[in-house]
């Protein structure tokens, strides 16, 4: 039995936020956001809305182009950085909001690496028996942690709001994507070079309006992070094709975590990867948008009707622990 992508849905904010506009607050020229990050805007949610709304709007999305009705859904997933609250996770507003039945729901707390997680834990059930139709929910609502000043400019120039769904199936279809293999791995080492410190039981009862105010933002070492991932994202890669006995002349897309245009053109050139027009880039558009990213540019590649049956698909992406990995798909006969 095999796991395959039969669907994708994304849902966006409609409000834009240029670099000009940003560069304003942040005291940057808009010209060096571009170049040091690939990125010329974003999407940005209005005031109250939540990780759960953009969620289930991509579900709803993702659902209707995989065919189904959401009662065959069996199983729910949700990854995010920014859930709707401390407890419970959004998976269940998620599930009360789309209309699904009594099914399991979980949140995934990998950041940017929670399609891969997802896509590895879906595939799981779907191969044990357990499930046969899994929801996938990818969503971020970043903008409302972000410190827009000066001193916070590197990192709060990159990120987005937005969501993406992926629906997993254990029934193929001419050109859904079967899910092969998934590469994953974490050095717990590094974990506070990338990720947000509180609220959290390691920091005490901090509060956002004492001297851990600072550990309620987002902190990024950008040296650190750069140089892992691309070696990480690379080597985890590399490891897949050599399982399957592929090489890079054998894969026809990248489609990786969206986390800095320069990145993903080190990406490329560690795996001596020449095309670049086959390494799936939606960033320009939409910033970093965290664990939605990976599902965004999928959604992307799919509409374009740019795959073909037979065609090899690389997933890497990178993430906050670190923790990263890579997923290996295949797209079906017709």
């Known amino acids: 039995m095999g796991a395959y992508i039969i669907g994708s849905g994304v849902c966006l904010p409609e409000r834009i936020v240029t670099n000009e506009e940003l560069a304003e607050k942040l005291r940057i020229d808009p010209e060096r956001i571009f170049k040091s990050s690939g990125i010329r805007r974003r999407r940005w949610a209005e005031p109250g809305t939540s990780t759960s709304m953009l969620a289930s709007c ?97 990192m709060s120039m990159l990120f987005g709001d937005g969501a993406s769904a992926l629906i997993v199936s254990s029934e193929p279809k001419p050109e859904a994507i079967e899910v092969l293999d998934i590469y994953l791995a974490t050095d717990g080492a590094f974990v506070d070079d990338l990720g947000v410190r509180c609220p959290g039981t390691e920091f005490g009862a901090a509060s956002p309006f004492d001297e851990h105010r600072a550990d309620f933002a987002p902190r990024m070492n950008g040296q650190s992070v750069i140089l892992q991932a691309s070696r990480r994202m690379v080597a985890a890669c590399r490891t897949l094709l050599e399982r399957h006995e592929l090489t890079t002349r054998d894969v026809d897309w990248i489609v990786p975590h969206q986390a800095n245009a320069n990145l993903l053109a080190q990406i490329a050139r560690g795996l001596e990867f020449t095309d670049g027009e086959r390494v799936v880039s939606v960033i320009s558009d939409f910033g970093n948008t965290g664990s939605a990213s990976l599902g965004i540019a999928l959604d992307e590649l799919r509409r374009a009707g740019r795959i073909k049956a037979g065609d090899n698909l690389l997933f890497p992406a990178f993430a906050a622990g670190f923790t990263w990995g890579a997923a290996l798909g295949r797209v079906c006969l017709a």
């Open 58 to 154: 991509a579900l709803d999305r993702a659902i209707a182009d995989a065919n189904l009705d959401v009662r065959e859904i069996d199983y729910l997933l949700c990854g995010t950085m920014t859930p709707d609250r401390f407890v419970p996770g959004s998976a269940s507003a998620i599930q009360a909001r789309v209309g699904i039945s009594e099914i399991p729901c979980l949140d995934i707390r990998a950041a940017c690496c929670n399609a891969i997680y997802a896509l590895q834990l879906a595939r799981a059930l779907i191969t044990s028996g357990t499930a046969h139709r899994v929801a996938i929910c990818l969503a971020e609502i970043q903008s409302g942690y972000l410190d827009l000043s000066p001193q916070s400019a590197t």
